[in-house]
């Protein structure tokens, strides 16, 4: 649990991996160790609780997107958890052309307003909510396209999900007990999806880093770029057959052999500026 400890454990056995997958690790010691790790190793640090949830989140995100006939670029988004999982989607989300994000903490909205703010918060402030919006969460979500939990259960509701815009999306990704119950969201959204495997549309972050892994290795390539997740999310998006694409079937099943080496292409397209 000591942040030096984890930093040095893994400097030292560095010698002997291709890449070091940093998992379930909490903000802020997550954002520290994964910058000092950066500067201090030669082979690729992958935070799987940021890098790998953001990219699934924004392959379904593309394809729930086309589904409701909704522009990237035109969605308001409000999401709940402002953690490692958090900043990073609403980071990667934000560099694929998504303008309107309200990102909300347990103590509320994230604003330029708040003073208890950390750093990396602070930084999120300053790119988000430029309404300074500081009402609840349901209030945030009357009028809104899209809603992101990656936070607590049960925080908001069927009422909720009824009052956002027309064909809502709910991603409620809090494990095992989603931030609403996906039956509950379904009855007003067109597209539900969770953290879980018994229900459709799993955002599971192994659709994302086998084929990154992969690709950053085949290329030789250090450094985990927003391009390169970008692209590995348009790959596991595109992995979903046009035909096929509906609102149970989003994002591509965990057992679908065609997504790693799809996402490694991507990758190492990405990293040769292809």
Do not use: W
């Not at 500067?39 to 997107?65: C, K, R, W, Y």
């Not at 308001?76 to 909300?104: E, P």
């Not at 390169?228 to 057992?255: D, G, R, T, W």
Request: proline share 5%; aromatic share 4%; net charge negative.
């Amino acid at each position: 649990s000591d942040v030096k400890s984890i930093i040095d454990t893994i400097k030292n056995i560095s010698g002997t991996f291709g890449g070091i997958n940093l998992e379930d690790i909490a903000a802020p010691d997550c954002f520290i160790i994964e910058e000092k790790l950066k500067e201090v190793l030669d082979i690729p640090v992958f935070h799987d609780d940021q890098h790998g949830t953001a990219v699934v989140v924004l392959a379904a995100l593309i394809n729930a997107s086309k589904l409701v006939k909704k522009e990237l670029s035109s969605l308001k988004i409000v999401m709940s958890g402002a953690g490692a999982a958090g900043a990073a989607v609403a980071q990667l989300l934000m560099h694929a052309g998504v303008h309107n994000i309200m990102l909300f903490d347990s103590k509320g909205a994230i604003s330029t307003s708040r003073t208890d703010l950390d750093p990396d918060r602070t930084e999120l402030a300053t790119r988000t909510n430029l309404e300074k919006f500081s009402g609840s969460l349901p209030e945030a979500l009357v009028g809104a396209d899209v809603f992101i939990g990656v936070s607590q259960p049960n925080l908001i509701t069927a009422t909720d999900v009824e009052k956002m815009a027309k064909d809502p999306i709910v991603f409620a990704l809090a494990n095992p007990d989603p931030e609403i119950n996906p039956i509950e969201a379904a009855k007003f959204a067109k597209v539900v999806a969770t953290g879980r495997s018994d229900y459709p549309n799993q955002i599971n972050n192994v659709l994302a880093f086998p084929g990154i892994f992969r690709g950053l290795l085949d290329s030789g390539t250090v450094h985990i770029t927003q391009e390169v997740l970008m692209a590995s999310a348009l790959a596991i998006a595109q992995c979903v057959n046009e035909k096929a694409l509906s609102s149970v079937y989003i994002v591509p099943s965990v057992f679908d052999n065609s997504v790693a080496p799809a996402v490694a292409a991507a990758v190492i397209a990405a990293t040769q500026g292809k």
